[in-house]
T-cell receptor
Framework: SQQGEEDPQALSIQEGENATMNCSYK?????LQWYRQNSGRGLVHLIL?????REKHSGRLRVTLDTSKKSSSLLITASRAADTASYFC??????????FGTGTSLTVIP | SQTIHQWPATLVQPVGSPLSLECTVE??????LYWYRQAAGRGLQLLFY??????ISSEVPQNLSASRPQDRQFILSSKKLLLSDSGFYLC??????????????FGPGTRLTVL
């Protein structure tokens, strides 16, 4: 399976701290994306990084990609209580399918 | 702008009853469309995807089926629900960039409980 895997499965931090989540995947990719899901809601796209990129920033988000290790990380800086959610990585190849990981549940304590 | 709709938002059905979940997309044409299922506290399982009208690819053999009768309409169905069909069902559409798949945009989801 090409499914990604995130770790940790659950992460609890204090507001203002940084949160780092990791994702590993199993095969070659076209791009890798991170999504956020609030409880009981649909997924919201956060950021996309292409296979020829190594790092990307968007606001308080920083994503890195290491294709040699087949891994990616999502860093949320200066976390806020509103960042509490589940975060998923999704790997895509040149086909039509997305391969989602099992997610990291982030809790930011005010 | 593009919008994706799913309904109903919640559904409680008895075992053995039929199912029909509908998803429609506005503001785009010829999108790839997807149905996912998410068990409580788990990741997303791809059920079906469609690259065009009448074209359905099934990822997981089960008692569910999908149809795409119109370009921006995707329907998930079952003739007889099982307890194991309970879950959160998400519809999504995808853009394609020059290099291949791009971003998926998700609907709000349908919470299905089979009793």
């Amino acid at each position: 399976s090409q499914q990604g895997e995130e770790d940790p499965q659950a992460l609890s931090i204090q507001e203002g701290e940084n949160a780092t989540m990791n994702c590993s995947y199993k095969t070659s990719i076209n791009n890798l994306q991170w999504y956020r899901q609030n409880s009981g809601r649909g997924l919201v796209h956060l950021i996309l990084i292409r296979s020829n990129e190594r790092e990307k920033h968007s606001g308080r988000l920083r994503v890195t990609l290491d294709t040699s290790k087949k891994s990616s990380s999502l860093l949320i800086t200066a976390s806020r209580a509103a960042d509490t959610a589940s975060y998923f990585c999704a790997a895509t190849n040149t086909g039509n399918q997305f391969y989602f990981g099992t997610g990291t549940s982030l809790t930011v304590i005010p | 702008s593009q919008t994706i709709h799913q309904w109903p938002a919640t559904l409680v059905q008895p075992v053995g009853s039929p199912l029909s979940l509908e998803c429609t997309v506005e503001g785009t044409s010829n999108p790839n469309l997807y149905w996912y299922r998410q068990a409580a506290g788990r990741g997303l399982q791809l059920l079906f995807y469609s690259v065009g009208i009448g074209q359905i690819s099934s990822e997981v053999p089960q008692n569910l089926s999908a149809s795409r009768p119109q370009d921006r309409q995707f329907i998930l169905s079952s003739k007889k629900l099982l307890l194991s069909d309970s879950g959160f069902y998400l519809c999504a559409w995808m853009t394609r960039g020059l290099g291949g798949p791009d971003t998926q945009y998700f609907g709000p989801g349908t919470r299905l409980t089979v009793l």
